[in-house]
């Protein structure tokens, strides 16, 4: 693809040098990114996401040896899964540095920490010769963008520049995980499936954020809050294949989508439906999920109705995206 020679990433590298904010491709979202050694800059980031500041921020990096600035502890554990799963959909969230302002860590004596695995934003990370504190490039609490367009639609012209790598290869947000002493802890689940780490390092503690029916959350992952990835639409969520019968969702009155994993059977009451993997594939599901959420938001319906998927596997990191839309 000849990215070196691109002259956009180079653009978008000074930018991020200058203290600009950028949006760029992920493998999982795109990202709102600032200079994560710049505060005035994440700042910005902050302000154009609307994002409350208790929320902290994930720094992105181009490679494992980037680690030891930031992080004062990097336990073998978490080492072991950083060769396993960098770059790509994972989080690690370990005892940050003084280097890391207490901005992009909303004060938490932690900070995430993440290379990804898209050309772009490698070549991005590359280029700029600065860490990329970078959020989801969506308005808070809203439909988390997986393409260019979607960013350009929420938060066009007050960001410098939107990089356009294609739509997201996964499409849901990285798995994020806290690696202690005590153990590994899962605080959102993403791209990373809980099975492919527990065959690296054993069974795993789930934290209550990750459940929106726990109570008072919070604390220890400030940003995993009940309410997110929302569209503007209210959205419900039902049993997968609990039953093919949505009797009374749907009336003349009312305009009701459909947002389904597989080939539903029953779709006559229903105005749009989306179908996030025809061949029940979880992996295609997660690629689609928020650009069909994207379509249907923008249908003109009264309602959505979204069909969970088998718990396991990324299933869970989709029906944890679809039953925060749910709680509006
Ligand atoms: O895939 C992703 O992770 C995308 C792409 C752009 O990399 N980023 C992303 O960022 O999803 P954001 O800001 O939408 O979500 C970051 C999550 C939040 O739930 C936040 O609370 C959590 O990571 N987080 C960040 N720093 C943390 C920390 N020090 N301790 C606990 N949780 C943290
Ligand atoms: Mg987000």
């Known amino acids: ?99 890391v302002p207490d901005l992009v860590t909303a004060g938490l004596a932690t900070v995430a920490l993440r290379v990804p695995d898209h050309p772009m934003a490698q070549e991005l990370l590359r280029a700029a010769r600065v860490p990329i504190a970078a959020p989801s490039a969506n308005p808070f609490g809203r439909v988390s963008p997986t393409t260019a367009d979607h960013v350009r639609e929420q938060l066009g012209g007050q960001v410098e520049l939107v990089l356009d790598g294609g739509p997201c290869r996964v499409g849901v947000e990285s798995t994020v995980l806290a690696v202690t002493a005590a153990g590994v802890s899962v605080m959102r689940f993403g791209g990373t499936t809980l099975e492919d780490i527990e065959a690296v390092v054993g069974k795993v503690a789930m934290k209550p954020e990750h459940n929106p029916a726990a109570p008072s959350a919070g604390l220890a992952s400030p940003g995993t809050l009940p309410q997110h990835y929302a569209p503007r639409t209210p959205l419900i969520v039902r049993e997968f294949e609990a039953t093919g019968n949505f009797a009374g969702v749907g009336t003349p009155a009312r305009r009701v989508g459909l947002l389904a994993f597989r080939s539903p059977r029953d779709v006559a009451q229903f105005d749009r439906v989306e179908v996030l993997s025809p061949a029940g594939d979880l992996r295609e599901a997660a690629a689609n999920v928020f650009a069909a959420m994207h379509r249907l938001d923008a249908a003109g319906l009264d309602l959505i109705v979204a069909e969970l998927l088998p718990e396991q596997g990324l299933g869970r990191a989709i029906n944890d995206r679809l039953r925060r839309a749910a709680h509006a």
């Open 1 to 99: 693809m000849g990215c070196d020679s691109n002259p956009e990433i180079a653009r978008a590298a000074a930018l991020l040098r200058a203290g600009g904010v950028v949006a760029f491709p992920t493998e999982t979202v795109y990202g709102l990114g600032a200079n994560a050694l710049d505060e005035r800059a994440v700042a910005r980031v902050f302000e154009i996401k609307g994002r409350p500041r208790f929320d902290p921020l994930i720094v992105h990096l181009s490679g494992v040896e980037g680690v030891s600035r930031l992080a004062a502890e990097f336990p073998p554990t978490a080492q072991k899964l950083a060769e396993e799963f960098w770059p790509g959909p994972l989080t690690l969230v370990l005892p940050k540095t003084p280097a």
